[in-house]
């Protein structure tokens, strides 16, 4: 049974920082890429970050470049995605995406706020 289970988020002050976390099991992850989406709320959902099975290539979405990163551990079978200078515009509900295989992960709210 697969699951992809996201932890990390909450609320943040602008400019602050968070790391985000989604273990996985059921399939073999260390020969999957993992994409970050989130959805802001009233939004469509949007692709955040991508990393392929052996980290070699990343890529991100304009509004994030220079502020996350994406990263794995294919002994934890974990994805993170290290998030900087958050900025209001980042308020989103999380999740961790599997493609082609169109796995989802339940999503963890991040709520970048003064």
């Known amino acids: 049974q697969v699951q992809l289970v996201e932890s990390g988020g909450g609320l943040v002050q602008p400019g602050g920082s968070l790391r985000l976390s989604c273990a996985a099991s059921?399939?073999?992850?260390?020969?999957?890429?993992m994409n970050w989406y989130r959805q802001p709320p009233g939004k469509e959902r949007e692709f955040v970050a991508a990393i392929t099975s052996n980290g070699g290539w990343r890529n991100y979405a304009d509004s994030v470049k220079g502020r996350f990163t994406v990263s794995r551990d294919n002994v934890k079978d974990t994805v993170y995605l290290q998030m900087n200078s958050l900025k209001p515009e980042d308020t989103a509900v999380y999740y961790c995406y599997v493609p082609g295989r169109n796995y989802w992960g339940q999503g963890t709210q991040v709520t970048v706020s003064s």
């Open positions: 059921g399939f073999t992850f260390s020969r999957s890429t």
